[in-house]
């Protein structure tokens, strides 16, 4: 977007917003990778978002939501909460995507009824790597699947480079 700031005042304008976490905005507006944590959090939150300050020096920088969310998303039902409110704020941004965005829910699914409910957090991770590297390359979408064999490699191979030791030696988290 050329003014990420007048775009978040427009949709915050508008009655057919979902609900979804201010502080997130920006990161579709933008085109960052969302932060599930701060969206499930979010969702259980009964308190409006505040601004918290961050100091950089003699600098300080106030920003909207939580510093640290108080949820995180830890199994596949958290994770299709987050997704969930995620798809649908992507879908009133980018209606165009309601396909990818569809299909890129059934990929992930997919994932995870083909895990244990132990390596459910390796799904999480790996969506989390997709939705991250689809953000910094604008030549990708959520269902280039083919593009995304070294993230599943790095992921769910026993060798693989993001898999957690005690992953690997059969504990969970």
Known sequence: AHDPKRVKHKWLKSPFLPEFPESELYNIIRGRVVNFDVVFSGWY???PEEYYEEKLGKLKIKIKGEA????SVRSSQDWNVAYSLFS????FAFPHRLDELDDYGNFIHQKFAQNVSKYHSRVIAFDKAIRKQVSQRRDLQLTDFDQFSDLYEGHFSLSGCCVNEEWSSGTSK
């Open 45 to 47: 939150s009964d308190e």
């Open 68 to 71: 640290e969310p108080s949820k």
């Open 88 to 91: 649908r704020a992507m879908r």
